[in-house]
């Protein structure tokens, strides 16, 4: 699974899906845009929108999202730690 959580400095929820996904060890690349100007239109032209977090999971999108609905996407797909 490829994952790629696009985030910015100082966003409590990003902190939060980060937590998550370190405790339940799902590996990510995290991509902060607020100083990035690459990957901020990335975030845009993937999503429509600026808010993070926002993941990619597989080419599926979770945009302007939280711990809550994370956690939920990856229980609904099975994934191992989420059940």
Known sequence: MSIIMYTK????WCDEVRA????KKVSFEERECR???QYFD???A???QSLT????IDGYIL???DAAAVADYFKQKGVE???
């Open 53 to 56: 977090p926002t993941l990619d």
């Open 9 to 12: 400095e100082g966003c409590p």
């Open 42 to 44: 990335e975030l845009v």
């Open 63 to 65: 945009a302007d999202t």
């Open 46 to 48: 993937k999503s429509g």
């Open 20 to 23: 998550l996904l370190e405790e």
């Open 35 to 37: 100083n990035n100007k």
């Open 81 to 83: 730690g989420f059940q």
